[in-house]
């Protein structure tokens, strides 16, 4: 049995300013990195210990992991946290060659599958204003379907096109062999991995929401199969 720890990255500069993000690497805010110490606090009360994590290779997302694992007792158990390009990366540019230590370190691999849904056109939009001129349901369209895509953008189908195949090959991969693992991503990236994991359908995952720097705690056993699922709200 080991244990996959989903998260979403605390609240960045444009979240605060209600604007879209998407792929646009802005920063935690000073609530969203307070937020995200809280959540390490959670973890290590609950008694996590991970073994391996992986991340958006955006900033908000990164920071989010680093302090997670970082800024509070036994989450790492001892070790450091050591932040990886994703496998085949050119820019990795020979730090492959040197594999790490794991009884010293936990290995932070920074993934593009995990990326936050495009937005498109409205990436740096205040949200607001946009519905006030496309109108409330073209908006909701737009961020909750499953298959609508905004200008330019991606739909929720094709975010988990390339966050499904990876939940299913190096995340479980890890999970299978015992590694307790944290994903640290974004509100779309996140959706559907809920959404493979609690069997949800395309109806059930418009509603869905996924709270910023809230631990969500799931038991894997050895087949892949979840057995349990834990919120570590306050």
């Not at 036994?74 to 794991?102: M, N």
């Not at 737009?142 to 499904?164: K, V």
């Not at 949800?200 to 705690?217: C, N, Q, W």
């Amino acid at each position: 049995m080991a244990r996959l720890v989903l998260i979403r990255h605390g609240k960045s500069t444009w979240n605060a300013q209600n604007r879209f993000t998407g792929w646009v690497d802005v920063p935690l805010s000073r609530r969203g990195r307070d937020a995200s110490r809280e959540a390490a606090r959670r973890m290590s009360e609950y008694g996590v210990v991970i073994d391996v994590c992986f991340t958006s290779p955006l900033i908000r997302a990164i920071e989010t992991a680093m302090i997670c694992l970082t800024e509070a007792d036994g989450i790492c158990a001892g070790r450091s946290a050591v932040l990886k390009h994703e496998a085949g990366d050119p820019d990795w540019r020979g730090w492959d060659h040197y594999q790490g230590d794991e009884d010293r370190e936990v290995p932070v691999f920074m993934y593009r599958a995990l990326g936050e849904r495009c937005y498109g056109s409205l990436q740096g939009l205040h949200k607001d204003r946009t519905a006030d001129r496309v109108g409330q349901e073209t908006l909701r369209r737009w961020r909750r379907s499953y298959w609508t895509r905004p200008p330019g953008g991606e739909s929720l189908a094709d975010t988990a096109a390339r966050t499904i195949p990876f939940l299913n090959g190096p995340v479980m991969r890890h999970l299978c062999a015992g590694k307790n693992t944290l994903v640290s991503a974004h509100g779309n990236s996140l959706r559907s991995i809920v959404m493979k994991l609690d069997a949800l359908d395309e109806r059930d995952v418009a509603g869905l929401a996924i709270p910023m720097a809230v631990p969500m705690v799931y038991e894997i056993d050895a087949h892949g199969t979840v057995t349990d699922r834990t919120w570590l709200e306050g």
